[in-house]
């Protein structure tokens, strides 16, 4: 029996990529464990720049059959053929669909045969462009033409003869016969309405939220590693956290998915595949591993499919995760600002129930391409996420595997965000206890105590840190101070929501004035400390640093540690402060040839009027 059964239509050139992604999502879909959709494939004649509207009938046919479809045909309209014959085959189309659809469930559900992946079917309703509408505008043709794509007319308040034109064209749909004398559908086709939950913008399967169930999440405290003193012992994070997560997928078994590209493994959540599987239902061969109809971890190269598969699953009142190399994230941009505007614009609607929020992992960040380099180095998708309304993003950058675990335990259970959360894979210090990270988290951002020296008191320089990379630059540069000008009053603050730094105005987690300055002193000017290699970072905590408080007047002692080269820990930092004179003084390191750097290179650098 279909008990869920939802309609899928492509039109035109919207129909280019969609119709693969399709073929690749019937892989993916279970006759016995999920219900289907009937997918529809309208082709509507000439539009412009559509290359199934163009296709011979065999090719297309050949196409669909190829991605793993049935095509079901229905063609009219053409050679003034009357709309109610192509409705009537249209129907027929439906209710062969739908007795196609049942059959392949029911033959998976009762006799227990091993789930394969069917065909099914597609109608694809190819019809003229334009049906129904003028024939010709001036001699030229309109219906079945590239030319319905546009306006047909564009000035009847002005030309009497357009405006006959569009008269005629409105009058041929018979409204006298549809609307009463006062304008009202006459009863008999208002009846025809679908009623309660069967209409469309009643069905609470259009309304995840009505069916959204709470996840039974694990405690994560349980996952935590044991940090007995900050900086002595390493973790990779992300592996820490796919321990967490395979739990969760347990004790979730219909209501949480893993979406990603082929990077679930390389980003360190392989203790996933420990209860569940790839979700595949195409042909396996005895190498092949990880693969079941029935698997959790929807994992495809295409960011955009999974984007889409991630979306529909939590606008249907589930939950997921997408987990992403950071660089390649930027693929979604259109499809994250279209998902961030509808959570805007539902937040208003009273009926329109909160659901799931949208969670992005990324890793393999920008700060550690041990041997893919360049190539995979965009943090740029920060910046485009920030651009957007407060009340929407949230953006995390956790400094360890402990405030990882947190952060995302926190990210799983909220409602009508977007979460971004940037983790590194690689093995790295851990800094904060498990109870100790829960506060920091719960906070937002905080000054760590253990890393300063400023004992409570007013600080000569303050280094601010976001994400684990420029954590470890940022505490290697306080012991480089502490080392060799221990009389200098450092304060580190560590910042995990992103956000907190905006003023409050601006941004619901944001700080107040008197906690900003609490953290970073008063009457200090703001300027962030950067490296090239930070590009679009940099732009973006540019602008946050510039809503707080910026003047000329002073000279910063405060530095935003955001991006620095693994090899130089620390050592760019000082000489940084150096170079802005917050300190002056002179410290010589050796190291490695490249490495090798002296202050009093940077003071004189100062004086040749560098900048």
Request: net charge negative.
């Amino acid at each position: 029996m279909i008990t869920n059964l939802s309609w899928t239509g492509k039109t035109d050139g919207n129909a280019n990529g969609v119709v693969s992604d399709d073929a690749y999502t019937t892989i993916c879909l279970s006759s016995y464990f999920q219900d289907p959709k009937i997918q529809v494939l309208a082709i509507i004649g000439s539009a412009v720049w559509c290359q199934p509207c163009n296709q011979e009938e065999p090719e297309l046919v050949s196409l669909l059959e190829g991605y793993g479809h049935r095509p079901i045909l229905v063609t009219g309209g053409f050679d003034g053929e009357a709309p109610a014959a192509v409705h009537q085959r249209f129907a027929a189309a439906l209710d062969a669909a739908l007795a196609e659809i049942a059959a392949i469930q029911t033959h998976a559900r009762e006799t227990g045969a091993e789930p394969r992946r069917p065909r099914w079917p597609m109608i694809v309703l190819r019809t003229p462009k334009g049906w129904t509408g003028p024939k010709e505008v001036d001699g030229l043709p309109v219906e079945d033409s590239w030319r319905s794509h546009q306006v047909p007319m564009t000035d009847v308040r002005d030309n009497p003869a357009h405006l006959q034109v569009l008269e005629d064209w409105l009058r041929s749909y018979e409204p006298h016969q549809l609307f009463d004398e006062n304008g009202t559908l006459i009863a008999e086709l208002a009846d025809l309405a679908p009623k309660g939950e069967r209409r469309m913008s009643a069905t609470p399967h259009a309304n995840g939220g009505l069916l959204l169930r709470e996840l039974v999440l694990p405690d994560f405290r349980d996952y935590a590693v044991d940090v007995p003193k900050p900086g002595t012992t390493t973790s990779e994070a992300t592996r820490v956290l796919g321990s967490f997560l395979r739990d969760v997928i347990t004790k979730n078994p219909d209501n949480f998915r893993l979406f990603g590209p082929d990077e679930t493994a390389s980003n360190r959540l392989g203790d996933v595949f420990e209860v569940t599987n790839r979700s595949w239902l195409a042909e396996t061969k005895p190498t092949d591993v990880g693969l079941a109809p029935d698997g959790r971890v929807m994992e495809i190269l295409s960011e955009h499919l999974c984007q889409g598969w991630l979306e529909g699953y939590l606008l249907t009142g589930r939950h997921g995760l997408f987990n992403c190399y950071e660089a390649f994230i930027h693929i979604v941009d259109a499809m994250f600002n279209q998902h961030a505007k509808w959570l805007k614009v539902t937040r208003q609607i009273p009926w329109r129930r909160p659901i799931a929020s949208l969670n992005y992992l990324l890793s393999s960040h920008v700060w550690r391409q041990d041997h893919n380099g360049f190539t995979h180095q965009d943090p740029g998708f920060v910046d485009h996420v920030v651009n957007k309304k407060a009340e929407i993003i949230r953006v995390y950058l956790p400094p360890d595997a402990n405030t990882l675990l947190s952060v995302a335990d926190h990210c799983l259970r909220s409602r009508n965000y977007v979460n971004v959360i940037v983790a590194g894979k690689q093995p790295a210090l851990n800094y904060l206890s498990i109870d100790d990270a829960v506060i920091h988290c719960t906070r937002g951002l905080g000054s760590w105590d253990w890393a300063s020296t400023d004992e409570g008191g007013e600080p000569d320089v303050v280094l601010g840190c976001c994400g684990d990379v420029p954590t470890l630059e940022t505490l290697a540069a306080a012991a480089i101070l502490r080392e060799h000008v221990p009389d200098l009053k450092v304060r580190v603050v560590n910042v995990v929501d992103l956000m907190r730094l905006q003023p409050e105005s601006e941004h619901p987690h944001g700080l107040s004035e008197s906690q900003f300055d609490a953290l970073f002193t008063i009457d200090r000017g703001w300027r962030p400390v950067s490296d090239y290699d930070l590009r679009q970072y940099n732009l973006h905590f540019h602008k946050i640093l510039a809503s707080c408080k910026i003047s000329s007047e002073h000279l910063t002692n405060t530095v935003i540690a955001l991006a620095y080269k693994a090899g130089d820990q620390g050592q760019r930092i000082v000489t940084n402060l150096m170079m802005m004179k917050a300190i002056t003084h002179r410290i010589t390191w050796t190291g490695k040839a490249s490495c090798a750097k002296t202050f009093n290179v940077a003071e004189g650098y100062m004086e040749a009027g560098g900048p």
